[in-house]
C-alpha cells in the first residue's frame, strides 16, 4: 500500500523514513496527521486527538499523596479563564526512579468554578464533581480569584517551588499579588513558541509511564478534549473541538512542562532532599 501510494518509491520517497513514520503513527496520535498526508496522500483535518487515552490512563497513581512532596522541589502551572469558567492550578513535582535513575513527574490539580456556573452548566459532571471534592465552588456569579490567591499564597511556602507558570492574559492582579509576596512568578503567554515543545515533551513522558497524574476525573476529562493543531512546520497546539470541551487543567500543565524544560529540572534541581528557604515570603 506505501508503493502504491508513493511512485517514487526508493527514488524521492525513501522506504526507511516511510516505515518509520508509519510506526510513529500506529502510537503517536499527533503524528498521524503528517503520515496520512505525506505518504498516503490523504486529506485530513489539521487537528487531530493528542492522547492515546488508553495509554494515558495508564498514568493514573491513585496512590500519591501531595503531603508526601512537602518540602521538595516543585512548580505550579495557573490557568485562569474568564470569571464564569474553570480555573486551574496545577503542582507537579519530581523524583529519580530509585532503579533506572530516571526523572518521574507526579501532577495534582485543583479546579475553581463560580457557585452560579455549576448550577447553571448543562455538564451533570459538575456537580458530582464538586460534592466529590474534585473541583471547588467559589462563591457567587465569578470566580473569586482572591480565594485562588489565598490557597496560593498558603501553599507555595510548603514546597521548594522554583516557578509559578502564568498566562498574563487573566492574571495580571492576582500575579502582581503572589510576586511582590515573593513568589517566583513566571509569564507564559499561551503562544505556539510556549507550548509546543513542552505540549510533545508532555506527550512522550506520558507515553513512557514517567508522568504519574493525581486521579481526578476531571484532570482526566480535559486531557481528553484536547485536539493537536499540527502546522507546516510541525509545531503543535493545544486546542478543544467544543466549546463546552474545557481543557484548563491540561493547559496549566503544559505550562509547567514549559518550565520543566526552560529551567531543565532534571540537572539543575534534581536534588529533592535540598533544604527549604523562602526567605522573606510573605503569607498575607
Same mark, same amino acid.
Given at each position: 500500500? +506505501?508503493?502504491?501510494?508513493?511512485?517514487?518509491? #526508493?527514488?524521492?520517497?525513501?522506504?526507511?523514513?516511510?516505515?518509520?513514520?508509519?510506526?510513529?503513527?500506529?502510537?503517536?496520535?499527533?503524528?498521524?496527521?503528517?503520515?496520512?498526508?505525506?505518504?498516503?496522500?490523504?486529506?485530513?483535518?489539521?487537528?487531530?486527538?493528542?492522547?492515546?487515552?488508553?495509554?494515558?490512563?495508564?498514568?493514573?497513581?491513585?496512590?500519591?499523596?501531595?503531603?508526601?512532596?512537602? #518540602?521538595?522541589?516543585?512548580?505550579?502551572?495557573?490557568?485562569?479563564? &474568564?470569571?464564569?469558567? /474553570? &480555573?486551574?492550578?496545577?503542582?507537579?513535582?519530581?523524583?529519580?526512579?530509585?532503579?533506572?535513575?530516571?526523572?518521574? =513527574?507526579?501532577?495534582?490539580?485543583? =479546579?475553581? +468554578?463560580?457557585?452560579?456556573?455549576?448550577?447553571?452548566?448543562?455538564?451533570?459532571?459538575?456537580?458530582?464533581?464538586?460534592?466529590?471534592?474534585?473541583?471547588?465552588?467559589?462563591?457567587?456569579?465569578?470566580?473569586?480569584?482572591?480565594?485562588?490567591?489565598?490557597? +496560593?499564597?498558603?501553599?507555595?511556602?510548603?514546597?521548594?517551588?522554583? &516557578?509559578?507558570? =502564568?498566562?498574563?492574559?487573566?492574571?495580571?492582579?492576582?500575579?502582581?499579588?503572589?510576586?511582590?509576596?515573593?513568589?517566583?512568578?513566571?509569564?507564559?503567554?499561551?503562544?505556539?513558541?510556549?507550548?509546543?515543545? *513542552?505540549?510533545?515533551?508532555?506527550?512522550?513522558?506520558?507515553?513512557? #509511564?514517567?508522568?504519574? $497524574?493525581?486521579?481526578?476525573?476531571?484532570?482526566?476529562?480535559?486531557?481528553?478534549?484536547?485536539?493537536?493543531?499540527?502546522?507546516?512546520?510541525?509545531?503543535?497546539? *493545544?486546542?478543544?473541538?467544543?466549546?463546552?470541551?474545557?481543557?484548563?487543567?491540561?493547559?496549566?500543565? $503544559?505550562?509547567?512542562?514549559?518550565?520543566?524544560?526552560?529551567?531543565?529540572?532534571?540537572?539543575?534541581?534534581?536534588?529533592?532532599?535540598?533544604?527549604?528557604?523562602?526567605?522573606?515570603?510573605? /503569607?498575607?
Amino acid at each position: 500500500a +506505501l508503493r502504491k501510494a508513493n511512485p517514487n518509491w #526508493g527514488v524521492s520517497v525513501q522506504p526507511d523514513a516511510a516505515i518509520s513514520a508509519q510506526n510513529s503513527a500506529k502510537i503517536n496520535t499527533s503524528a498521524q496527521k503528517n503520515f496520512l498526508t505525506k505518504y498516503l496522500d490523504i486529506w485530513v483535518n489539521s487537528d487531530s486527538a493528542w492522547l492515546d487515552m488508553e495509554r494515558y490512563r495508564r498514568c493514573i497513581d491513585r496512590e500519591i499523596k501531595r503531603a508526601d512532596f512537602a #518540602g521538595q522541589y516543585a512548580i505550579f502551572g495557573i490557568d485562569l479563564a &474568564s470569571k464564569i469558567d /474553570i &480555573s486551574a492550578i496545577i503542582r507537579v513535582f519530581w523524583r529519580p526512579d530509585p532503579d533506572t535513575g530516571e526523572m518521574h =513527574y507526579y501532577v495534582f490539580a485543583d =479546579y475553581y +468554578l463560580p457557585e452560579a456556573a455549576i448550577n447553571g452548566s448543562d455538564n451533570p459532571q459538575y456537580d458530582g464533581w464538586r460534592r466529590a471534592g474534585f473541583i471547588h465552588a467559589t462563591g457567587g456569579e465569578v470566580t473569586d480569584l482572591a480565594a485562588l490567591e489565598a490557597e +496560593l499564597m498558603a501553599e507555595i511556602p510548603q514546597y521548594q517551588t522554583i &516557578s509559578v507558570a =502564568y498566562d498574563p492574559m487573566q492574571a495580571t492582579q492576582l500575579s502582581q499579588n503572589l510576586l511582590q509576596a515573593g513568589a517566583p512568578m513566571t509569564e507564559v503567554p499561551q503562544t505556539l513558541k510556549n507550548l509546543s515543545e *513542552p505540549m510533545k515533551l508532555l506527550q512522550a513522558l506520558i507515553y513512557a #509511564g514517567r508522568m504519574h $497524574i493525581e486521579d481526578n476525573p476531571a484532570t482526566h476529562w480535559m486531557m481528553s478534549n484536547v485536539v493537536c493543531h499540527t502546522d507546516a512546520k510541525e509545531n503543535i497546539y *493545544p486546542r478543544k473541538e467544543k466549546k463546552d470541551n474545557k481543557i484548563d487543567g491540561a493547559v496549566a500543565l $503544559i505550562m509547567a512542562v514549559n518550565q520543566i524544560i526552560l529551567l531543565d529540572v532534571e540537572n539543575n534541581y534534581n536534588d529533592t532532599a535540598a533544604p527549604v528557604d523562602w526567605g522573606k515570603f510573605i /503569607i498575607a
